[in-house]
Structures are given as C-alpha cells and as structure tokens.
C-alpha cells in the first residue's frame, strides 16, 4: 500500500488494554496521528474494535451505532459496584441453584426493546462529566433509562455452581447476545440477577461482532512471536469496508464528478432505509449518500482512494 494508510482496521483487543490504548499502538505502528475507533471496550473486555486509519475515520460515525453481539459470562449470586468483575462486592446473595423455568423467564423479559439504566461506572456524562469519575469521587450517581434492543440472549452450556473467592456461592452462564448500540451487557448480567433475587455480575466479555465486521477479520496487535502487526496488510480497504457496510450505488463518471461537488445524481434501485454508498465505475469509494426519490445527495465525500 502506497501513501499514508486509509480504511478499516479491526483489531482483537487484548485483556487489560483500553480502546484509546490500541489507537496509541496503532498509531505508532501505522506511523499516523489519524486513527479513531468506533466505539470503545472496557478494559476486561476482548475482541471486535474496529478502528478508522486515515480517510477511514469518516466511516466511523456510520459503525458506532451498528448492533454489536458478545459472548459473555455472567455471575450470579452477587452484586458489584461496577456490575463486572473489576468493581467491589456489593452483595452476597449467592445462588447455590436456579430454577430453570425462572431463568428463562428472566431472560424473556430482558429481551426484545428494553428500558434499560446504564451502569454507573460508564462513560456516559453527568453534567459534563464521565459518570464514571464523579463515582470515583464518592457521589451516588443515578442514569436515566435508555430503550435498547436485546435481538438475541441466549445461554451456550451447562450452569456452573462454583464458590467465589470470598466464599459465596454463586452460579456462572455462559451467554451470547446481540444488541442494539447502547446496550450495556454489564447491565444486562446486574439485571438478571435482580429479576432472579440474587444478584449479578459480568466475569468476562469478548465482543464478536460490530456490524459487519465480526471477528474472522480481527487482528491480534502482535503475533505468537511478539512481532508487531503489520497494519497496511491488515487493512481492509475503504471500497470494501464501505460495500461490506452501506447499500451499494454505482454512478457513471459524471455522477462521480457532480457527488465530489456537492450535487445530487440521480441513481438506479429503491430508496434504501439509511445511508449508502456510491462508487465510481472503477470499484473506487466515492461517497456516504441518502437516497431519497431516486436521487443520492453526497454526506461525506471521501478522497480518491481505493
């Protein structure tokens, strides 16, 4: 790849690491200021972060609000400050069994458009600040309910009755669910275990997929070697990155010319429901569109790239 690198790059995050982390090491190996992600992990969180390298950053807006799907391991039988594994125990109810029938009833009623509280350790802004920092300073901070989507909340394997370190006993599960953006899954395992009148908490979280991008195409930051990742070969162009994500249009080369000006063209097909994407006749990205009517209206024009 010649010139500075553009398009998608979607990296498997390490454990222990923070999103901004993996755009500090991307930056230095891509040797660029111009990377973005879209959408960040908590640090105890794994896998899918898609990160925007150049031109890429534009696509970004368009992926932060992409359902998502995780595999996770809930906690049951005991509340935490942070509603994962990273904060102080709350409360030790514990959970020697569950009654099957009560699980699956609790599992329904978390899913389908859910009025859901964020957690309070969040990024979310209170008055200008991260929810996050003013709990660290002692405040009681209470979020607004949201309404989310769960698509899908299933539980993958056998319950696991084991005794936590402090000696209460608890109840592990194993789920994979998929969300609308917005869904916090640590909100999701502290609600589960109230409707269940334990209490619960997130153990693990892997992010598998956002959008279209799923983890066949994530990369490691470095190999089983310690080599570092070679970015330009990692990325996936913004030709492809865009007609993996957006309906795709293709426009002769005078609509080309007239979307790079800012004018609307008139393009073939129904109106798609959101955004799309033009190409030119060679496969080049040319730019973000709405269609309304048969006609594209440019949002984001792109550079001339492949």
Do not use: N
């Amino acid at each position: 790849m010649s010139g500075p690198p553009a398009g998608l790059l979607v990296v498997d995050k390490p454990a222990g690491w923070t999103s901004h982390d993996v755009v500090g090491r991307v930056r230095r190996l891509a040797g660029t200021r111009k990377v973005g992600h879209a959408g960040t992990l908590d640090p105890m969180a794994t896998g899918v972060l898609v990160l925007g390298l150049g031109p890429g950053t534009r696509l970004l807006t368009y992926l932060v609000g992409c359902d998502k799907s995780y595999a996770a391991t809930i906690r049951l039988g005991q509340s935490t400050v942070t509603d994962d594994a990273e904060g102080d125990v709350l409360e030790r109810a514990g959970a020697r069994s569950l009654d099957p029938d009560a699980l699956a009833a609790a599992i329904a009623a978390l899913t389908g458009a859910v009025s859901q509280v964020p957690s309070a350790v969040s990024a979310i802004k209170v008055d200008g600040q991260r929810a996050y920092a003013r709990v660290r300073a002692g405040e009681d901070v209470e979020l607004r309910a949201r309404e989310v989507v769960v698509h899908r909340f299933d539980v993958c394997g056998p319950l696991r009755p084991i005794e936590a370190e402090d000696g209460t006993a608890v109840v592990d599960l194993d789920v994979e669910v998929d969300v609308s953006s917005g869904t916090y899954v640590r909100a999701l395992a502290r609600d589960l275990g109230r409707r269940l009148g334990t209490g619960g908490h997130l153990v693990a979280l892997r992010r598998t997929r956002v959008g279209a991008f799923g983890l066949d195409v994530a990369h490691a930051l470095a190999d089983a070697d310690g080599a570092p990742l070679d970015v330009p070969s990692a990325l996936i162009p913004l030709a492809a990155a865009a007609r993996a994500h957006f309906p795709a249009y293709d426009v002769d080369d005078e609509g080309v010319s007239a979307l790079r000006h800012g004018r609307t063209v008139a393009v073939a097909g129904e109106d798609p429901a959101g955004p799309a994407a033009a190409f030119a006749p060679d496969g080049s990205f040319v730019a973000v569109i709405e269609v309304m009517g048969g006609r594209a209206r440019p949002t984001v024009v792109v550079p001339d790239v492949p």
